[in-house]
Every structure is written in C-alpha cells, then in structure tokens.
C-alpha cells in the first residue's frame, strides 16, 4: 500500500507540473519602456496592462516606467526592453545616426508642444514676440521654436525653462514653452483664465510635429513581425479602452503614480487623458489611429536636415512599418 501511494506521488511530481502547464496558454515575454513617469500620457498601455489586453494577444507584458533617469533609448540599445516610446523627431534624428528605429505606430497626431504669453505683455502674435524672453527647454523641444522664429524672422532672448512654469508664473520670461496636456493646465490650475494667454500651437504655424509614437529596433522587426503586431493591437485596444471608459482609466493611472512614487492629481490627470484623446483621434476618425502620415515624416525630416540634426533624409518606407493594416484584419 505504501509503495502504491508513493507511486501516485512520484507520478503527479513529475508529470503534474506539465500537464498544468500545458493547460496555460504561452505567452512571450516582452517589454515596453514609456518616456516618461506613469501619467495620463500613457493610459492606452497601462489599461491594456491592467486588462489583460496583452495577455489576451499572447504576450506577458513588463511595463518599465521611464523618466529622466530611464532612457527608452538606452534600454532598446541595451536590450532591456524590445519596445519605448520616443517623440518623432527624436526618433528620426537617431535614426540619421545610425540606430535602426523603426516606428511601428504612431500614437499622437498632433503637436501638443506650444508657447503662451500673456495678452497683458502684448504678445498677441508671432511678430509681438520680437525681442522678448522666451524660455524654452532643451534638446527636441527646441526644434519647432526655433523654425518658428526663423520663419517669421524673431530675434528672442531665450531663457532656459526647466520643467515648471513658475519662472513664467513670476514674470522671469515673456513666453514659456508648454505642453498643450500638461503645463498648459498648470497655468489655468494657477489661476490665469484662458482669456488672459495668448497661445502658439505649432500645428497653426506648418509646424506640425506629432510627437508620441512606438518604436522598436529593425532586428526585433525582423526576428518576430507577430510580436510586433500583436504589441500594436493590444495597445491600440488599450487607448480605445481609455477612452470609452475614462473614470476607469483614471482609477488605473492614479495607481500607477502612487506606485512609482509621484504625486497624483485626479483633476489635472482627466485633462491630460482629454487631451490626449483629442491629439490621438483626430477628425478624421479611427482610420489614421496609430498611422505615420508621410507628410508629417516628410516635414519633421526636413527640418532635422535644414537644422544640420541630420545629413540625409532616411527613406520613410525604411523607418515607418505600418502594423496598422496586419491590426485591423
């Protein structure tokens, strides 16, 4: 009897296990690395994250917060994540340079990048900003400031911005650099009514420069297309999901910040998420969800190139995948 009941041991010690694990469908493991800290910005990946969007299209999914300290660059050259998310004319500019990005989707498109000035300085126009402090922050951020004051021919002074509006706030600049979902709020959270800013959207001035999309390296490409798509579906379902349900996003998001340590403002995040819906489904409807338009490559390129950020233009069927067509069949 007590060699019998060892036996069914033994066998349910070797061969339980598999048989359990046969049961589980395989799912790839993979990661994705945003470029910046969990916000609103980012609804789309963590609600596909939360509800199982990912799994369901096969994948077991790591979600590494970025932020100043977590390069989505670094960790794709690095292989710490096979996914990140990067701004357009960052991503062509490294591209020029020898990293083999690929965007596989291209999240916003518009740019949320703008300048305000307050109408009591004066600055109602492009041209009232001649000769004014305008502050603008560093690296990519600069690109479409600065082909604006070339276009209309400005001499500014400009003032390094760091990550806050207070310099503005206090009278230090004229014109302070914001993003239409974030710092844009903070003014009006501050007190000022829109009726008192003037404000430059890039896209009004043939400036527009979608900013968020989807990157991966071409080997990644090349070693497992069906990862890629399936990465893209299950995202694009998220955002789609983010919208229909934005209390629910909302609740998804908060624990997301709480977690990674940040501050978590409720009202400040729907208006992101709002936004966010509005730079991502635009007019044209569904359609464009998640498409890189030619043009805005075309655009965002050339300036790179007349700048000197890159020499050549690279080739847009050698840097834009389109997942979107393999998403929707």
Not at 54 to 77: C, E, W
Not at 285 to 309: H, M, P, T
Request: with cysteine; charged share 25%.
């Amino acid at each position: 009897m007590k060699e019998k009941v060892f036996s069914i041991f033994l066998f349910l010690l070797l061969f339980a296990p598999s048989a359990l694990a046969a049961d589980r469908p395989y799912l790839k493991k993979t990661a994705f690395i945003p470029h910046w800290s969990p916000q609103a910005q980012f609804a789309g990946y963590y609600l596909a994250y939360e509800k199982e969007f990912y799994k369901k299209h096969g994948l077991d999914l790591t979600i590494i917060p970025g932020g100043p300290h977590r390069s989505p660059l670094d960790h794709l050259r690095q292989k710490k994540a096979d996914f990140g998310s990067l701004w357009l004319c960052s991503a062509i500019e490294k591209r020029g340079h020898g990293l083999n990005l690929i965007n596989i989707a291209q999240i916003m498109q518009k740019s949320a990048l703008m300048l305000v000035a307050k109408k009591g300085s004066g600055i109602r126009t492009p041209q009232d900003m001649n000769g004014k402090k305008v502050g603008l922050w560093r690296n990519e951020f600069q690109i479409q400031p600065r082909a604006l004051f070339k276009k209309y021919n400005l001499k500014v002074r400009i003032i390094p911005q760091s990550f806050s509006v207070n310099l503005f706030l206090q009278g230090g600049v004229d014109v302070a650099s914001a993003m239409w979902y974030n710092e844009f709020h903070t003014l009006l959270n501050s007190g000022l009514n829109p009726e008192e800013l003037s404000t430059f959207f890039f896209f009004d001035y043939g400036l527009n420069f979608p900013e968020d999309g989807l990157y991966c390296l071409e080997e990644t490409l090349k070693k497992d297309p069906e990862l890629i798509r399936t990465f893209v579906r299950a995202s694009l379902e998220g955002w789609l999901y983010a919208f229909d349900h934005p209390e629910e996003a909302l609740d998804i998001i908060l624990k997301h910040m709480r977690l990674a340590g940040i501050p978590a403002n409720r009202v400040h995040q729907r208006w992101m998420l709002a936004r966010m819906k509005d730079l991502i489904v635009i007019p044209e409807g569904q359609e464009s969800l998640g498409r890189l338009k030619e043009g805005d490559f075309q655009r965002v390129a050339g300036e790179l190139k007349k700048i000197g950020l890159i020499k050549e233009v690279p080739s847009f069927t050698s840097f834009y995948h389109d997942q979107i067509d393999h998403v929707q069949k």
